[in-house]
């Protein structure tokens, strides 16, 4: 059995089956390049500061906090009930960038799916 002519990040030759008729792999494709940059890009857009699970669990902290000082008197009720309206503004982003954001992915792998599918009509793997 044949095995793809790309070189791993490790230095390594890669073992997988190349495709039919090429010496490539599905990610060592040259022609693939950028449809594979933009997918092994995907895991960075949601590290750091980006987590909406992360924001979301700090604005609960805010929110219980703020909470607290409103029932304790140290929150004048009325300040408290605009900050409230603010940090359930600031939710409300964080949840419609969430959405705007695995709609993009989604999206982008239907394109990637597509575009497979074209390749196999066109006759590239068989």
């Known amino acids: 059995m044949r095995s793809c002519s790309g070189i791993k990040a490790n230095g390594e ?5 190349p495709m039919r008729g090429s010496q490539w792999c599905l990610n060592h494709d040259p022609s ?4 594979n940059r933009r997918r092994s890009s ?4 949601r590290g750091g500061r980006g987590r909406p699970s ?4 700090r604005l609960q902290g805010e929110f219980e906090e ?3 000082k409103v029932l304790e008197g140290e929150v004048e009720r009325g300040v408290g009930a605009v900050a ?4 359930n503004g600031a939710r409300s982003c964080i949840r ?5 954001r695995e709609q993009e ?19 590239r793997y068989g």
């Open 13 to 17: 030759r890669c073992r997988a089956q």
């Open 32 to 35: 693939r390049a950028e449809e």
């Open 42 to 45: 995907r895991g960075g857009r």
């Open 54 to 57: 992360v924001e979301l669990h």
């Open 66 to 68: 703020l909470a607290r």
């Open 84 to 87: 409230g309206q603010l940090l």
């Open 96 to 100: 419609d960038s969430l959405a705007a």
């Open 105 to 123: 992915e989604l999206v982008a792998r239907l394109e990637g799916l597509e575009a497979g599918l074209q390749q196999i009509k066109r006759g």
